[in-house]
T-cell receptor, first 116, second 112 residues
Framework: NAGVMQNPRHLVRRRGQEARLRCSPM?????VYWYRQLPEEGLKFMVY????????ESGMPKERFSAEFPKEGPSILRIQQVVRGDSAAYFC??????????????FGDGTRLSIL | SQQGEEDPQALSIQEGENATMNCSYK?????LQWYRQNSGRGLVHLIL?????REKHSGRLRVTLDTSKKSSSLLITASRAADTASYFC????????????FGKGITLSVRP
């Protein structure tokens, strides 16, 4: 019973390139969340998706960042034209079908993005 | 201070001792969750306490919630070296979705 799977674990990009981060939720989970963690900081919410729908993207920068969760396949967090400030650990979490909002979120091991 | 702010920021104890970590928050919440993070890894869910609950136990963990003071505590009893990690509290507010708001975390070191 695999947990949340993220890949790659480490990603190195040069300034101006694109970064694609993938997340496969736990089996049976239809809710996906993306968070960003800077060194020595807690996690900051970025976006919340259900299958084929973005529910809340209030934490996502307006430019260069996008996320999707297609009907088939993993959720993708895409960062275009990366800059040094994008260097961080990006975590994906998934949870079961919403029921009174009392479902724990289960996290992957994250993707550590480094921008040269 | 920010939503889900923990204290102390760092805690060092001897194996076998109890560790108490506190968390304060600002807004109304639906639930509060505690997570553990080992270095270089993702977060592991420890325990969830609903806003209408006051105390919850899970193994060596005891969590309390005081909604009047907007605070929570996590107690780890009989600590082990393997408990060394960062601990985060996270709140799910009463808004439209269940996104979590995290504090900066507490670094717990348990000396063998």
């Amino acid at each position: 019973n695999a947990g949340v799977m993220q890949n790659p674990r480490h990603l190195v990009r040069r300034r101006g390139q694109e970064a694609r981060l993938r997340c496969s939720p736990m089996k049976g989970h239809s809710h996906v969340y993306w968070y960003r963690q800077l060194p020595e900081e807690g996690l900051k919410f970025m976006v919340y998706l259900q299958k084929e729908n973005i529910i809340d993207e209030s934490g996502m920068p307006k430019e260069r960042f996008s996320a999707e969760f297609p009907k088939e396949g993993p959720s993708i967090l895409r960062i275009q034209q990366v800059v040094r400030g994008d260097s961080a650990a990006y975590f994906c979490a998934s949870s079961l079908q919403y029921r009174g909002r009392n479902q724990p979120q289960h996290f992957g091991d994250g993707t550590r993005l480094s921008i040269l | 201070s920010q939503q889900g702010e923990e204290d102390p920021q760092a805690l060092s104890i001897q194996e076998g001792e109890n560790a108490t970590m506190n968390c304060s928050y600002k807004t109304s919440i639906n639930n509060l969750q505690w997570y553990r993070q080992n270095s270089g890894r993702g977060l592991v869910h420890l325990i969830l306490i609903r806003s209408n609950e006051r105390e919850k136990h899970s193994g060596r963990l005891r969590v309390t919630l005081d909604t009047s003071k907007k605070s929570s505590s996590l107690l780890i009893t009989a600590s082990r070296a393997a408990d060394t990690a960062s601990y985060f509290c996270a709140t799910a507010n009463t808004g439209a979705n269940s996104k979590l708001t995290f504090g900066k975390g507490i670094t717990l070191s348990v000396r063998p």
